[in-house]
């Protein structure tokens, strides 16, 4: 069964503001694990002991693309003292899309992550589909690129149905290779995506939780990129669309 965790950019703003009130709030939700984005100027150990006194597992951090070109042992110091395996690239500014460059630091990176017993992920958006290489999609040429031993996918199921690829196409093409999905719902606006709460949009996220189990995944990644509503009331709306969902037979644990 899958586990629900939520990607804490989605209530930046509250954590911000009340950091430990916040992630108390998640877990009474009935979230059970955390993706991380940002410290707030947090120590590993002070974020350790919360996240262990609100019963949250840590899913991952999204740890900039520079940071871990040029800061990995800072980084990876911080996440072992942590008890985060989980380490995910998470955008990549236009001029960072250098892909032969990107492939070819990612590898390093990766080989890197793996010596320190850690796991090294990209998360991606709709342009690593849109791009090409080679006459294939970005995302695709990397993990061909990349080996898995190096690198992981943490596929976002909402930007890969916004570039025109269905999700559970692509998740069943990394079965074994993506342990991690970010399940998210979204409409459109005058040509722009917008991200919604559970159940107000037009992905099939109960055809994306079943490819997901299918293909081995261990958790699915709540996450809101801009809420309509306040953020924890737009999480709280979308748990309850989950926990019916969960009721009615869907393959996840809540």
Not at 115 to 126: K, P
Request: hydrophobic letters at 40%.
């Amino acid at each position: 069964m899958l586990k629900i965790g939520l990607q804490l950019y989605t209530v930046r703003d509250e954590l911000e503001r009340d950091f430990k009130g916040t992630l108390a709030k998640i877990a009474e939700l009935g979230y059970q694990g955390v993706e991380f984005h940002h410290f707030y100027g947090h120590s590993a150990e002070e974020v350790r002991a919360l996240v262990n006194e609100l019963g949250l597992e840590i899913v991952g951090t999204h740890v900039q693309y520079n940071s871990l070109k040029e800061d990995l042992d800072a980084v990876i110091a911080y996440h072992k003292e942590l008890g985060n395996r989980n380490l995910i690239v998470p955008y990549l500014s236009e001029e960072q899309r250098q892909w032969d460059d990107v492939f070819a630091s990612l590898n390093t990176i990766g080989e890197k992550i793996a010596a320190e017993n850690l796991v090294l992920f990209y998360h991606n958006h709709d342009f690593e589909l849109t791009a090409q290489v080679d006459g294939r999609p970005a995302l695709y040429a990397m993990y061909e690129t990349v080996p898995a031993s190096y690198l992981q996918v943490e596929l976002d199921s909402c930007w890969a149905h916004a570039a025109g690829y269905p999700p559970t196409e692509v998740i069943a093409k990394y079965a074994g290779r993506l342990p991690l999905v970010h399940w998210k719902d979204m409409s459109r606006s005058e040509g722009r995506v917008l991200t919604v709460e559970f159940g107000q949009g037009e992905v099939d996220l109960e055809a994306v939780a079943v490819a997901s189990e299918q293909a081995g995944a261990e958790w699915l990644v709540v996450e809101q990129d801009e809420c309509q509503n306040p953020s924890l009331l737009s999480i709280e709306n979308s748990m309850n669309w989950i926990r019916q969902y969960a009721a009615n037979g869907g393959p996840i644990h809540v």
